[in-house]
Structure formats: structure tokens, C-alpha cells
């Protein structure tokens, strides 16, 4: 299993930034994929964006050119950095990482508030 520590959340100002971490208990030897949902009051939890142990990206389109995803192996952290913030963008966030196991386990942090004021 794995555990999976998240940081950053908070209040921001409309065309903020904020960036959001996960820091994961495993190598990342190990680890498949990383990266970040959010659930909205009253909404399903989405995908925002993923990137996988060779570094291809993936992105919500709502997020595109604004939202950029990293990641740091030597720390086995995934960084979230969120520009020009909309107050849509109010949600939990979720790190998720998925493992390299037969039977691909999937795991969750305990989600951030992220609230984006107008």
C-alpha cells in the first residue's frame, strides 16, 4: 500500500495562484501514475490531471493552460500548480496514485480544500 500526504490547500483571491503537493510513502519505482481529482459541492468527482512514471500528461480541458502538473522522483512528490484561478475551480482535491501491482490498486489522499473567492 502507499500513503499519500497532501499540502497547499487554502483560500485564493480570483486569478490567484496555488499549488498543491502529494508526497507519496513508496518509491516511484513503483507507482504507475499520480495525480489530482476534485469534487465540487453537488458534483461528481472529476479527473484535473494525471501524469504517468514516463512523464506523459493529461488534463480536464476546463484546466488546460492553467493548471500544470509535475513531479520530483528523488521525493516521490507530485506538484499541482494552479494559475489564474476561477472561482469553478472551488473544490476537495484528491491525490490519487495507482501502483504497478497485477491487480493495479488504486489509492487515495484524504483531500484539500481549495476555495477560490470572486
Known amino acids: 500500500q502507499v500513503q499519500l500526504v497532501e499540502s497547499g490547500g487554502g483560500l485564493v483571491q480570483a486569478g490567484g495562484s496555488l499549488s498543491l503537493s502529494c508526497a507519496a510513502s513508496?518509491?516511484?519505482?513503483?507507482?504507475?501514475?499520480m495525480g489530482w481529482y476534485r469534487q465540487a459541492p453537488g458534483k461528481q468527482r472529476e479527473l484535473v490531471a494525471t501524469i504517468t512514471s514516463y512523464g506523459s500528461t493529461n488534463y480536464a480541458d476546463s484546466v488546460k493552460g492553467r493548471f500544470t502538473i509535475s513531479r520530483d522522483n528523488a521525493k516521490s512528490t507530485v506538484t499541482l500548480q494552479m494559475n489564474s484561478l476561477k472561482p469553478e475551480d472551488t473544490a476537495v482535491y484528491y491525490c490519487?496514485?495507482?501502483?504497478?501491482?497485477?491487480?493495479?490498486?488504486?489509492?487515495w489522499g484524504q483531500g484539500t480544500q481549495v476555495t477560490v473567492s470572486s
Open positions: 513508496r518509491s516511484m519505482l513503483s507507482i504507475a501514475a
Open positions: 490519487n496514485a495507482r501502483l504497478i501491482s497485477y491487480r493495479d490498486p488504486t489509492y
